[in-house]
């Protein structure tokens, strides 16, 4: 199955050839999906109502230019090459979860995801990675998923846990398939890697932790957040949404 990023011109073409009974339909269809501005995930409805094998990111062509769509359109190749991105984009898009994006050249960050108004506002998609796109749609998705939603935790006990429960999975995901780690401090940098290749013997990401591996998963949280202020940890708050996604994915062992 392929993901692909679309302008909104050429999704139209593509969802009326797919429901080419009824071009009328599926342009009124995704008129009442889209917004004049941004970008969102979305879904190509065939004639019955029912979702289509194909499946899109959807964005207004309007407020990007085609070298952006392209960065994105590399980025999300990259995303979705391995199982565990595939399936956060599947399960984004499968649930019909939709935000908005755009493009904001002054913002501190690659880019940044609001769980208030949920939008993801992207700094420069020519020099984003692939890691920020997926921690971004990853913050998304834990803000589906988590009960009541993530911006409960903003500025409050739990924001340290939803930030590094992406840095686990990055790192489950690197210890597999190579790429960068982010949750490992300066002074435990290889006791950490020890511990991920642990979770994952470096060949697939585990269905759930065992008491000791939660017990590590905290105390490297705490030794990653120690010096942040901003950053606090919230003890009872267990890093559902890995297994959730895992739980979905064509890759757990
Ligand atoms: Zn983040």
């Not at 846990?161 to 210890?175: A, G, R």
């Not at 939660?214 to 490297?220: A, G, L, N, T, V």
Request: a negative charge.
């Amino acid at each position: 199955m392929n993901v692909e990023i679309l302008t909104r011109s050429a999704i139209i073409e593509k969802c009326a050839i797919l429901n080419s009974f009824n071009q009328t339909f599926a342009i009124n269809r995704l008129k009442e999906l889209t917004k004049e501005n941004g970008i969102r995930l979305n879904l190509c409805f065939s004639i019955d109502g029912k979702l289509t094998e194909i499946e899109y990111l959807l964005f207004d062509n309007t407020t990007l230019t085609p070298a952006q769509i392209a960065a994105l359109q590399k980025l999300l190749n990259q995303i979705t090459s391995n199982c565990i991105g595939m399936a956060l984009i599947n399960s984004l898009i499968n649930n019909g979860h939709q935000f908005d994006f755009s493009i904001n050249n002054s913002i501190n960050s690659q880019a940044f995801y609001n769980a208030t108004d949920n939008t993801i506002t992207l700094r420069d998609p020519s020099q984003l990675t692939s890691n920020s796109l997926m921690e971004e749609l990853y913050h998304a998705y834990q803000n589906f998923t988590y009960p009541g939603g993530t911006a409960q935790y903003a500025g409050k006990s739990g924001n340290a846990n939803i930030e590094y429960e992406f840095k686990v999975l990055n790192d489950m995901i690197s210890s597999i398939y190579g790429g960068t780690t982010l949750g490992n401090t300066a002074t435990n940098m290889d006791n950490y890697k020890k511990w991920i290749g642990s979770l994952t013997n470096y060949t697939s990401v585990p269905n759930s932790f065992n008491q000791t591996q939660y017990s590590f998963y905290f105390i490297y949280m705490n030794e990653f957040y120690q010096n942040d202020p901003n950053h606090i940890i919230n003890y009872n708050l267990y890093p559902t949404t890995i297994f959730s996604l895992i739980s979905h994915s064509e890759c757990s062992n």
